[in-house]
């Protein structure tokens, strides 16, 4: 009496993202490889494909519950058995998180793709700009330092146990553009000119920049780009672009 008895051929039992076939084995069966038995693999939810199924063993592509039914020739004795192929191809998310900037206040950010599926089975890598690693804190999605390159940042989040991954990008961009200053020739004071101008009307200008003027160090209170100056001294402009924080100053000697 033949007895029918499946296993998996080697430890690939469930198709993955990196699993794309499984070999089923019969040769735990009793009498097998006997020219006696003859071999039908039978499946409603998987497939087979046509002419292995009346193999002794085979691999399979689909997911599904698989039948062997064997006979003895000689006597007519049947016997059969099952097994389960399951499929885990469940791909993690991965989010690398809103777009990023940097500027003069704020010059390095740090990648945060803690939205991403987490899990003990699930990894994590950055990748900057020109393909370089970043390190993690540890195994979360968190980088480990900050960055300060512009452009593009990937992370990829895998499963450790299905082989699947998927991968999120984000861009960094840079605005550290400094404010133009720019004065023209001063005329010296002296008795014939008791008063002088200092025309910075060249300079960055617009409601992102904020001008302040100075004298010795003494903050004054005017805020135009020219500033009417009766003392010899040294004025200082400074100009802020709060759009980014950037700040440009120079010194004018009168």
């Given at each position: 009496?033949?007895?029918?008895e499946?296993?998996?051929?080697?430890?690939?039992s469930?198709?993955?993202?990196?699993v794309?076939?499984?070999?089923?084995s019969s040769?735990?069966?009793s009498?097998?490889?006997?020219?006696?038995i003859?071999?039908?693999w039978m499946?409603v939810?998987?497939?087979i494909?046509?002419?292995?199924?009346n193999?002794?063993?085979?691999?399979v592509?689909?997911p599904g519950?698989?039948?062997?039914e064997?006979e003895?020739?000689?006597?007519t004795?049947?016997?059969t058995?099952?097994i389960i192929?399951?499929?885990?191809?469940?791909?993690p998310?991965a989010?690398?998180?809103?777009?990023?900037?940097?500027d003069?206040n704020n010059?390095s950010?740090t990648l945060?793709?803690?939205?991403?599926?987490?899990?003990t089975?699930?990894?994590?890598?950055w990748?900057?700009?020109?393909?370089?690693?970043?390190?993690t804190?540890?195994?979360t999605?968190?980088?480990?330092?900050?960055?300060?390159?512009?452009?593009?940042?990937?992370i990829l989040?895998?499963?450790t146990?299905?082989?699947?991954?998927?991968?999120?990008?984000?861009v960094?961009?840079?605005?550290?553009?400094?404010p133009i200053?720019?004065?023209e020739?001063?005329?010296s004071?002296?008795?014939?000119?008791?008063?002088?101008?200092?025309?910075a009307?060249?300079s960055?200008?617009?409601?992102d920049?904020?001008?302040t003027?100075?004298q010795g160090?003494t903050?004054?209170?005017?805020?135009?780009?020219?500033?009417?100056?009766s003392?010899a001294?040294?004025y200082?402009?400074?100009?802020?672009?709060t759009s980014?924080?950037c700040?440009?100053?120079?010194?004018i000697?009168v």
């Amino acid at each position: 009496f033949p007895a029918a008895e499946l296993s998996f051929a080697n430890a690939d039992s469930v198709l993955n993202c990196v699993v794309g076939l499984v070999e089923i084995s019969s040769e735990n069966s009793s009498n097998y490889n006997n020219d006696a038995i003859t071999y039908t693999w039978m499946t409603v939810d998987g497939s087979i494909d046509a002419g292995p199924e009346n193999d002794e063993n085979i691999s399979v592509t689909v997911p599904g519950t698989y039948v062997l039914e064997i006979e003895n020739s000689n006597n007519t004795c049947v016997s059969t058995d099952s097994i389960i192929v399951l499929l885990d191809d469940v791909i993690p998310m991965a989010e690398a998180g809103i777009d990023l900037n940097i500027d003069c206040n704020n010059n390095s950010a740090t990648l945060d793709g803690s939205s991403s599926d987490a899990g003990t089975n699930i990894a994590y890598e950055w990748t900057g700009p020109n393909g370089e690693n970043i390190p993690t804190v540890g195994s979360t999605a968190i980088s480990a330092g900050t960055v300060t390159a512009p452009g593009t940042y990937t992370i990829l989040v895998s499963n450790t146990i299905n082989g699947c991954s998927s991968i999120d990008t984000l861009v960094l961009t840079a605005d550290t553009d400094l404010p133009i200053i720019d004065v023209e020739t001063i005329i010296s004071l002296d008795c014939d000119n008791p008063t002088s101008i200092i025309d910075a009307s060249g300079s960055s200008f617009g409601p992102d920049f904020e001008v302040t003027w100075l004298q010795g160090g003494t903050e004054l209170t005017e805020t135009d780009l020219t500033l009417d100056v009766s003392t010899a001294d040294v004025y200082t402009i400074e100009i802020l672009n709060t759009s980014n924080n950037c700040e440009s100053s120079e010194d004018i000697f009168v």
